[in-house]
């Protein structure tokens, strides 16, 4: 069983920076794809971004290609979401998930999470 604690959210005005970082404990973390999801009031969660075992493949909503980095430390057993240039409408509830999958995949899909985190809040104020 695997447990994820998400962290680093908060109040930021537009075009400011936040670091969201998920600390996972209970499982083999180096064996898991890593994604980040959020969730916006009145709105169904969203993908956002995710990376390979390794963190050497990434993918990225295109809403914040550009913006956001997703990144992990796996000696840490965390993973890290930058976040640059910040938009109102980037406020929402992110989450962290782990996925037991192949190496090499990139999942973008709720289902295909074992594992989530319970999420933190982010407000961008305009």
């Known amino acids: 069983q695997v447990q994820l604690v998400e962290s680093g959210g908060g109040l930021v005005q537009a075009g400011g920076s936040l670091r969201l970082s998920c600390a996972a404990s209970g499982g083999t973390f180096s064996s898991y794809a890593m994604g980040w999801f959020r969730q916006a009031p009145g709105k169904e969660r969203e993908f956002v971004a995710v990376?390979?075992?390794?963190?050497?493949?990434?993918n990225y909503v295109d809403s914040v290609k550009g913006r956001f980095t997703i990144s992990r430390h796996n000696a840490k057993n965390t993973v890290y979401l930058q976040m640059n240039s910040l938009k109102p409408e980037d406020t929402a509830v992110y989450y962290c998930a782990a996925a037991r999958t192949a190496s090499w995949r990139l999942p973008m899909r709720q289902y295909e999470y074992d594992y989530w985190g319970q999420g933190t809040q982010v407000t961008v104020s305009s």
């Open positions: 990376c390979s075992w390794s963190g050497d493949r990434t």
